[in-house]
């Protein structure tokens, strides 16, 4: 590029000030109401505005008067169908929080009763899930035994629900769900992969037929404890686990061959809970080292107001637990809701499935159930057996309310290894490693924060994991430059004298942001490099006006676009050394 093509840029100019309260306001209403849902409000007489209200915040009265009897045909089918879902798998998932199997059951009767009314999503189906399960076990095991103290840690496991419920209703009410989008996909994937990883090691306790095992979750823990009881394995328990787990993976790879099957593989873990049954009592194997359910009590969820332990010692570690399954809960059940409701192009409030979540999981704390959410597992059943709304949740309740007045009996002699198996089938399902490739493929970082999600779960905690997760996915800009430094040296460039950021998608910054621009600022300095701004946004520039932050780097340094910065980089570099190389670094966060 010669000196005569070269035009002088425009000179950014700092936009003049609002005062503070239109300023505040506008910030209010595009950080918490973005989507405007009071404009249906507007122009309409007190009594219109009344029921728009109550059918805002309890969407079944928005959409039961459009309901069809095809649409009832579509839910019951669903329903049953889902039910026979839920049943083998509250009992497994309560069993692998280490909570009374009774509480699996009482779990899928209420919340989706709650859900059904306050939902916005026609396709999500509520239970109990494992990662939360395993979370309530390592979490509220560690301060308190589940089999020295019973009643105390079915306490806590209430206590934290209700706090868990809480936080979800509130991060609703106050419109903070952009809270809960901290957590990348990378990062998903790679937790879940972990955690799934973890439960089906602890599911070796029940296949192999152990009575003692460590609490502890990490990997080192769990094989010192199996390896350190070879004596006490069982063959008979280990060989019924292995045929059940290949049963139950064999329909699932048969079910993907063939979508139109859907239901074999929903109807594999209910038929696994009966087979078992059948050949224990026919084989006594319960006398042979083969552990069973026992008793189960029968009715209705009875209320559990006064067991919240909201007076306990322990009652830090309860809302800890509450808050970190809730956030789980709610990542991974809001993000289930939005992909099915894609593919029936409709859209889902954000909001509202958490204030639906929260008080799903406030009811469920005051009637005897522990943490429920959106299973992906069960929500696939849901919406391949062509469910048409919520009422599929309802018609699910139903058929466990059945169940639990009438059939619970029968579930005594069900062997604890085929819990174990439909866990293990479940988990298996949860460890994405397409989506690992994906992110190796695409974005390596992205990869490595996935896999330090992984590491950090398997081999310490599922907190540990968390960290790690955040910590790496915090990493910025130094890697890029350190990348375009080695490609200028391959290709005989000398240097880099450039840094061009691109603020273009970068909507607004507060002081976290700004101050992670001065570190910024500060490595390129360090490495004898020149920052430059392109295309920031109005509200971005008075704030890092304001900071002073813009006479740190001069005005003379930030340019309307990508293009007019590159060109006079390339007209400074022309003029004053030769052999140029520049680097673009493109910010894609919506915030900084």
Same mark, same amino acid.
């Given at each position: 590029?010669?000196?005569?093509?070269?035009?002088?840029?425009?000179?950014?100019?700092?936009?003049?000030?609002?005062?503070?309260?239109?300023?505040?306001?506008?910030?209010?209403?595009?950080?918490?109401?973005?989507?405007?849902?009071?404009?249906?409000?507007?122009?309409?007489?007190?009594?219109?505005?009344?029921?728009?209200?109550?059918?805002?915040?309890?969407?079944?009265?928005?959409?039961?008067?459009?309901?069809?009897?095809?649409?009832?045909?579509?839910?019951?089918?669903?329903?049953?169908?889902?039910?026979?879902?839920?049943?083998?798998?509250?009992?497994?998932?309560?069993? /692998?929080?280490?909570?009374?199997?009774?509480?699996?059951?009482?779990?899928?009767?209420?919340?989706?009763?709650?859900?059904?009314?306050?939902?916005?999503?026609?396709?999500?189906?509520?239970?109990?899930?494992?990662?939360?399960?395993?979370?309530?076990?390592?979490?509220?095991?560690?301060?308190?035994?589940?089999?020295?103290?019973?009643?105390?840690?079915?306490?806590?496991?209430?206590?934290?629900?209700?706090?868990?419920?809480?936080?979800?209703?509130?991060?609703?009410?106050?419109?903070?769900?952009?809270?809960?989008?901290?957590?990348?996909?990378?990062?998903?994937?790679?937790?879940?992969?972990?955690? +799934?990883?973890?439960?089906?090691?602890?599911?070796?306790?029940?296949? /192999?037929?152990?009575?003692?095992?460590?609490?502890?979750?990490?990997?080192?823990?769990?094989?010192?404890?199996?390896?350190?009881?070879?004596?006490?394995?069982?063959?008979?328990?280990?060989?019924?686990?292995?045929?059940?787990?290949?049963?139950?993976?064999?329909?699932?790879?048969?079910?993907?061959?063939?979508?139109?099957?859907?239901?074999?593989?929903?109807?594999?873990? /209910?038929?696994?809970?009966?087979?078992?049954?059948?050949?224990?009592?026919?084989?006594?194997?319960?006398?042979?080292?083969?552990?069973?359910?026992?008793?189960?009590?029968?009715?209705?969820?009875?209320?559990?107001?006064?067991?919240?332990?909201?007076?306990?010692?322990?009652?830090?570690?309860?809302?800890?637990?509450?808050?970190?399954?809730?956030?789980?809960?709610?990542?991974?059940?809001?993000?289930?809701?939005?992909?099915?409701?894609?593919?029936?192009?409709?859209?889902?409030?954000?909001?509202?499935?958490?204030?639906?979540?929260?008080?799903?999981?406030?009811?469920?704390?005051?009637?005897?159930?522990?943490?429920?959410?959106?299973?992906?597992?069960?929500?696939?059943?849901?919406?391949?057996?062509?469910?048409?709304?919520?009422?599929?949740?309802?018609?699910?309740?139903?058929?466990?309310?059945?169940?639990?007045?009438?059939?619970?009996?029968?579930?005594?002699?069900?062997?604890?290894?085929?819990?174990?198996?439909?866990?293990? +089938?479940?988990?298996?399902?949860?460890?994405?490693?397409?989506?690992?490739?994906? /992110?190796?493929?695409?974005?390596?970082?992205?990869?490595?924060?996935?896999?330090?999600?992984?590491?950090?779960?398997?081999?310490?905690?599922?907190?540990?994991?968390?960290?790690?997760?955040?910590?790496?996915?915090?990493?910025?800009?130094?890697?890029?430059?350190?990348?375009?430094?080695?490609?200028?040296?391959?290709?005989?460039?000398?240097?880099?004298?450039?840094?061009?950021?691109?603020?273009?998608?970068?909507?607004?910054?507060?002081?976290?942001?700004?101050?992670?621009?001065?570190?910024?600022?500060?490595?390129?300095?360090?490495?004898?490099?020149?920052?430059?701004?392109?295309?920031?946004?109005?509200?971005?520039?008075?704030?890092?006006?304001?900071?002073?932050?813009?006479?740190?780097?001069?005005?003379?340094?930030?340019?309307?676009?990508?293009?007019?910065?590159?060109?006079?980089?390339?007209?400074?570099?022309?003029?004053?050394?030769?052999?140029?190389?520049?680097?673009?670094?493109?910010?894609?966060?919506?915030?900084?």
């Amino acid at each position: 590029m010669g000196n005569a093509d070269y035009e002088c840029p425009h000179r950014v100019e700092i936009p003049p000030s609002k005062p503070f309260l239109k300023a505040l306001k506008s910030s209010l209403k595009e950080t918490f109401f973005p989507d405007d849902p009071f404009r249906q409000f507007k122009n309409q007489p007190t009594s219109r505005k009344l029921v728009l209200g109550l059918q805002h915040f309890v969407p079944i009265l928005e959409w039961a008067p459009r309901y069809t009897f095809d649409f009832f045909k579509s839910d019951l089918i669903a329903g049953i169908t889902i039910a026979s879902l839920a049943v083998p798998q509250g009992i497994s998932y309560a069993n /692998l929080a280490n909570l009374p199997p009774i509480l699996g059951l009482y779990s899928s009767f209420v919340p989706p009763l709650v859900y059904a009314m306050l939902g916005s999503s026609k396709d999500l189906a509520v239970g109990t899930v494992a990662v939360a399960s395993l979370l309530i076990s390592s979490m509220l095991g560690k301060v308190v035994s589940p089999t020295e103290n019973p009643k105390l840690y079915v306490q806590l496991a209430l206590t934290s629900t209700f706090f868990a419920g809480a936080f979800q209703a509130s991060l609703g009410l106050l419109r903070l769900g952009f809270v809960v989008d901290f957590l990348s996909h990378a990062t998903i994937v790679g937790f879940m992969g972990g955690a +799934a990883t973890v439960v089906c090691l602890q599911q070796l306790k029940g296949v /192999l037929g152990l009575v003692h095992f460590t609490h502890e979750t990490d990997l080192i823990s769990v094989m010192k404890s199996i390896f350190s009881q070879e004596h006490q394995w069982r063959w008979e328990s280990a060989v019924l686990g292995c045929c059940f787990l290949f049963f139950l993976l064999l329909t699932r790879y048969f079910s993907k061959r063939r979508p139109a099957f859907f239901w074999i593989n929903a109807m594999a873990p /209910l038929c696994s809970v009966i087979l078992g049954s059948i050949l224990v009592y026919v084989t006594h194997a319960e006398k042979h080292g083969v552990q069973v359910i026992g008793h189960l009590k029968k009715g209705l969820n009875p209320p559990s107001v006064s067991e919240l332990a909201f007076g306990s010692p322990y009652l830090t570690t309860a809302i800890k637990t509450g808050i970190i399954t809730g956030v789980i809960g709610l990542a991974e059940g809001v993000a289930v809701g939005r992909s099915f409701a894609a593919f029936k192009n409709y859209h889902i409030d954000g909001n509202k499935e958490m204030i639906a979540f929260g008080m799903m999981n406030i009811a469920g704390s005051c009637t005897s159930c522990y943490l429920t959410a959106g299973p992906f597992s069960r929500t696939a059943v849901n919406f391949n057996a062509g469910c048409k709304s919520a009422v599929s949740n309802i018609v699910m309740a139903t058929a466990v309310m059945f169940t639990l007045l009438f059939l619970t009996p029968l579930f005594h002699y069900t062997p604890l290894v085929v819990l174990s198996a439909i866990i293990m +089938a479940a988990m298996l399902g949860l460890i994405d490693y397409e989506a690992v490739i994906h /992110l190796w493929k695409v974005d390596k970082v992205d990869c490595i924060v996935c896999l330090g999600a992984y590491v950090g779960v398997v081999f310490g905690s599922v907190e540990i994991g968390l960290v790690i997760a955040v910590t790496v996915s915090m990493l910025r800009i130094s890697r890029w430059i350190y990348e375009e430094e080695d490609k200028l040296k391959s290709s005989g460039e000398t240097s880099l004298h450039y840094v061009i950021l691109d603020l273009s998608t970068v909507g607004s910054i507060d002081t976290s942001g700004i101050s992670m621009l001065e570190e910024v600022k500060k490595n390129v300095d360090i490495k004898g490099l020149k920052l430059v701004l392109a295309n920031p946004r109005s509200e971005v520039i008075k704030k890092l006006e304001k900071s002073k932050f813009i006479e740190k780097i001069g005005q003379e340094w930030i340019y309307v676009t990508v293009e007019e910065a590159v060109s006079a980089c390339n007209f400074m570099l022309h003029t004053c050394k030769p052999n140029p190389g520049e680097i673009e670094v493109n910010r894609k966060d919506d915030n900084v």
